[in-house]
């Protein structure tokens, strides 16, 4: 395009307008998220908190949260965020205590925070159990996080199959464990199928060997609290579940906070302290960084608090409501069009959907093509099971009646044409 040269920098600057223009062009083949046809990756709870966020944003674009003398009122948002995220994952109502020794920090998203968790138990087995080689014990339905922590801190993974309604297996995990085992995950819920494990189970198998265990709520943690309060959820997923050492909670996803924000809690300060990493050991003098990134972006941790205070209880509340009610209008239209199924019992407004596993039904990713050429709505496709995958949110709940009808149509065209994709790709990620 006139004046932008493709990867060359351009040997004179050119006119913002014109660079926002060219972006404007750049982005016309990416996914609409905000007509609600996009079912992954964004969060929506509407225009005004959209504005928000980026305001809020825009204020921090060029401040760094490495250095937080430098900055204090970073410091103190990201104390606030820690301190309000204690109390929504149950910190005060903790067996023992009321929660005053939690502690906890902010991460850049869910995959940082897993990595964190595993980490610190890895850190933990060593100094308190001399553990070489430690693993950890999770259900094939935890996120694919744990296998990059694994890889980047050589602790096992011992993945154990989920049960048939995709929950952890606690008796299968339990006999997955040994002397070198440092860390029992659990999911609320998983990514997947949007299942909550048995949490009070997995914990007490790790309160019974002294050993860890972290609850990966990056997807619940800003949600699971409200569809509690509205009585749409009643398991115990949370940090007063007794033998819960770890939680980690995405503000970035049910939080509706712009991406980069992601919040992990221990259950004291102890096993908080194995976190941060400190030198002095280079020139540079005394280093010190509570994760994995050194200079840190302020924007994410400035839309975060901004958006938790805008938003607040009856905020959060109304939201949770909408997209439980998005989510059932969908999941009832699922179980009641013949062919159509959902994977495992899912608890929240996540799920796994496709064509029944028995009897006649459409081909799952034909019926993911078929809903992208319709409707323009698009499921990231997972297997095994073929599936298309969910993430109901807020701006869901005025196309779910859209969606339905799209569903039954395309069904229909389906069932009858025997059709079926071409492509078998389930890549979720960047490949
Ligand atoms: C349960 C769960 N854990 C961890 C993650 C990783 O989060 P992020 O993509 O923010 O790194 C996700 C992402 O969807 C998730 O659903």
């Given at each position: ?338 062919g159509l199924a959902?994977r ?8 796994a959907f496709g064509g029944a596993l028995?009897?006649?039904a459409p081909d799952t990713f034909a019926l993911g093509d078929a809903l992208a050429e319709?409707?323009?709505w698009f499921f990231d496709r997972q297997s095994p099971p073929d599936s298309l995958h969910a ?16 569903l039954?149509?395309v069904t229909?065209e389906l069932?009858?044409s025997g059709a079926r994709a071409k492509d078998r790709g389930t890549t979720y990620?960047?490949?």
């Amino acid at each position: 395009m006139d004046g932008f040269p493709d990867n060359r920098l351009p040997a004179h600057g050119l006119d913002a307008d014109a660079v926002l223009d060219r972006m404007e062009v750049l982005r016309a083949d990416d996914r609409d998220w905000r007509g609600g046809r996009v079912f992954s990756l964004v969060y929506n709870a509407g225009d005004d908190v959209l504005d928000l966020l980026e305001r809020a944003s825009n204020l921090y674009s060029a401040e760094n949260a490495l250095n937080t003398m430098v900055f204090p009122s970073l410091g103190w948002m990201q104390n606030d965020i820690v301190t309000i995220t204690t109390g929504l994952l149950g910190a005060d109502r903790m067996p023992g205590d009321e929660g005053g020794g939690v502690g906890g920090f902010l991460t850049s998203g869910g995959t940082e925070s897993l990595l964190q968790a595993t980490k610190t138990a890895r850190d933990w087995g060593r100094a308190e159990r001399g553990t070489g080689r430690p693993n950890m014990v999770l259900a094939t339905s935890a996120h694919a996080a744990f296998e990059k922590a694994s890889h980047y801190f050589d602790v096992e993974s011992r993945r154990v199959p989920v049960r048939g309604d995709f929950a952890a297996d606690v008796d299968a995990m339990a006999d997955a464990m040994d002397d070198d085992t440092v860390l029992v995950v659990g999911s609320a819920p998983s990514y997947p199928q949007g299942v909550i494990d048995p949490i009070p189970e997995l914990a007490g198998l790790a309160a019974e060997r002294g050993i860890l265990c972290h609850v990966d709520a990056c997807l619940g943690g800003f949600i699971l609290p409200f569809l509690g309060r509205l009585g749409h959820v009643t398991k115990a997923w949370d940090l007063a579940v007794p033998g819960v050492s770890s939680i980690s909670a995405d503000l970035h996803k049910y939080g509706y906070a712009s991406k980069g924000v992601s919040v992990i809690l221990y259950r004291d300060r102890a096993l908080a302290g194995l976190q941060p990493f400190i030198t002095t050991n280079w020139l540079g003098g005394l280093y010190g960084s509570p994760s994995m990134a050194g200079t840190r972006p302020a924007g994410p941790i400035a839309a975060g608090w901004a958006v938790l205070h805008y938003l607040g209880e009856d905020g959060y509340l109304r939201l949770a409501e909408d997209a439980h009610q998005a989510a059932t209008a969908i999941k009832s239209a699922i179980v009641r069009i013949p062919g159509l199924a959902i994977r495992g019992a899912p608890d929240a407004t996540v799920f796994a959907f496709g064509g029944a596993l028995e009897g006649a039904a459409p081909d799952t990713f034909a019926l993911g093509d078929a809903l992208a050429e319709r409707g323009g709505w698009f499921f990231d496709r997972q297997s095994p099971p073929d599936s298309l995958h969910a993430t109901v949110h807020a701006g869901h709940r005025a196309v779910a009646d859209q969606l339905v009808a799209d569903l039954d149509a395309v069904t229909g065209e389906l069932l009858s044409s025997g059709a079926r994709a071409k492509d078998r790709g389930t890549t979720y990620g960047t490949i």
